[in-house]
T-cell receptor, first 112, second 113 residues
Framework: KQEVTQIPAALSVPEGENLVLNCSFTDSAIYNLQWFRQDPGKGLTSLLLIQSSQREQTSGRLNASLDKSSGRSTLYIAASQPGDSATYLC???????????FGSGTKLNVKP | GAGVSQTPSNKVTEKGKYVELRCDPI?????LYWYRQSLGQGPEFLIY????????DSGLPNDRFFAVRPEGSVSTLKIQRTERGDSAVYLC???????????FGQGTRLTVV
């Protein structure tokens, strides 16, 4: 069974800290992995997409890595800001499947 | 618009009623997905369309749920005889092709009273 786990479920940090969010998955036959941000009461905003052939992707202060052999992805946020406060979700697309499998998310609070 | 549009944004209905939720994907995206999200959980897959056909409906919870995409663009998720347990946020996403970068709408919050 394809499972996606995100730890921790919640994280609170002071402004300016660098932080890492974790995503683990149970099947190494992934097609790609996507990180999303979700603000309260809103839809999902795509942050980064990593193809199975890639090791990392960067966008501004965000860097996502992928290690298929260990079944892990991390989202690194540099110099966190209060505006980064949101729930971060990772979603895995597996080869041969027609859907994304989501973790339950990490709720991030960046304190001013 | 440039993004995925979902209407209505909120829907309150009585138990037993029929509801329709609409999704307008990004123009040119052939893949369309419906997901359902409960409070504090990640989205759960319902159905995937490639073009006009439902290529994978394995996530639909029972036969009260049905979705169509007759012209390969707009999709409608239909729920018959709604139950309180159907209350959730229903999210629609589209992508250029299967399992490429997905873009989500703002969701429809369905409340069954």
């Amino acid at each position: 069974k394809q499972e996606v786990t995100q730890i921790p479920a919640a994280l609170s940090v002071p402004e300016g800290e660098n932080l890492v969010l974790n995503c683990s998955f149970t099947d190494s036959a992934i097609y790609n992995l996507q990180w999303f941000r979700q603000d309260p009461g809103k839809g999902l905003t795509s942050l980064l997409l990593i193809q199975s052939s890639q090791r990392e992707q960067t966008s501004g202060r965000l860097n996502a890595s992928l290690d298929k052999s260990s079944g892990r992805s991390t989202l690194y946020i540099a110099a966190s800001q209060p505006g980064d406060s949101a729930t971060y979700l990772c979603a895995v697309a597996y080869t041969g499947f027609n859907k994304f499998y989501f973790g339950s998310g990490t709720k991030l609070n960046v304190k001013p | 618009g440039a993004g995925v549009s979902q209407t209505p944004s909120n829907k309150v209905t009585e138990k037993g009623k029929y509801v329709e939720l609409r999704c307008d994907p990004i123009s040119g995206h052939t893949a369309l997905y419906w997901y359902r999200q409960s409070l504090g959980q990640g989205p759960e897959f319902l159905i995937y369309f490639q073009g006009t056909g439902a290529a994978d409906d394995s996530g639909l919870p029972n036969d009260r749920f049905f979705a169509v995409r007759p012209e390969g663009s707009v999709s409608t998720l239909k729920i018959q005889r709604t139950e309180r347990g159907d209350s959730a946020v229903y999210l629609c996403a589209s992508s250029k092709t299967r399992n490429t970068e997905a873009f989500f709408g703002q969701g429809t919050r369905l409340t069954v009273v």
